[in-house]
């Protein structure tokens, strides 16, 4: 399979036409090998409309919407990110110049997309995704989806920094940008997405008597 020519036709017919106009994320995502966050036996579709499998029921967000959030992160060269749950992302982010660190909760995901992440100068960490490795970032992102507001997320951020992460309820979900000013928190509403929900980042049941 061709995968630079792949990712050339991913560019053009599922990021350029759905409203993400930076050049330097394009040329980032034209460069970073998707394919390789891929399961060895999922790299066929690393440039499909589809979310491709990673390992243990984990998959990579839609190019198309993983294009989105990182369009409305803005990022800037040298700044800081977390990439939590969202590796291909996180790679990304360090072809436009932030210094990143991928957080994965689960071994065998990271023992895929290592080798990738460490070729792209990212560091990576296992921990839990309700408990942000680190804080003071620039930027924080997320590929897959969370049921409440991420406040241990917001938490870490620094003054000025974002926030990119879909929340979802049930089947409907909404990709949204939160920014982190010095008197709280603006939120803003981005475009409709349902990935899968993150472990651990689900509502905790509630019961009633």
Avoid at 60 to 86: C, D, F, Q
């Amino acid at each position: 399979m061709d995968f630079a020519a792949a990712r050339t036709m991913m560019v053009d017919s599922q990021v350029r036409v759905n409203d993400v106009t930076d050049r330097a994320l394009q040329a980032a995502m034209l460069a970073v090998p998707r394919e390789r966050f891929c399961a060895p036996d999922r790299v066929f579709s690393a440039y499909a409309e589809v979310e491709c499998e990673i390992a243990g029921g984990r998959v990579l967000m839609l190019p198309r919407e993983a294009a989105k959030l990182l369009s409305a992160v803005e990022a800037r060269p040298g700044e800081t990110a977390l990439a939590i749950g969202a590796p291909y992302a996180g790679a990304v982010l360090a072809r436009l110049g932030a210094k990143v660190t991928a957080q994965e909760a689960n071994q065998a995901v990271l023992d895929v997309v290592a080798p990738a992440l460490a070729d792209a100068g990212v560091e990576t960490v296992v921990a839990p995704f309700d408990q942000p490795h680190g804080e003071g970032y620039d930027i924080i992102i997320s590929e897959g989806a969370v049921g409440v507001r991420p406040q241990a997320w917001l938490d870490a951020l620094a003054v000025g920094g974002r926030l990119a992460v879909v929340e979802r309820t049930g089947a409907a979900g909404r990709g949204v940008l939160y920014l982190r000013g010095r008197d709280g928190f603006s939120r803003r509403d981005l475009f409709d997405a349902a990935p899968p929900m993150l472990v651990g980042m689900t509502p905790e049941p509630a019961f009633s008597f």
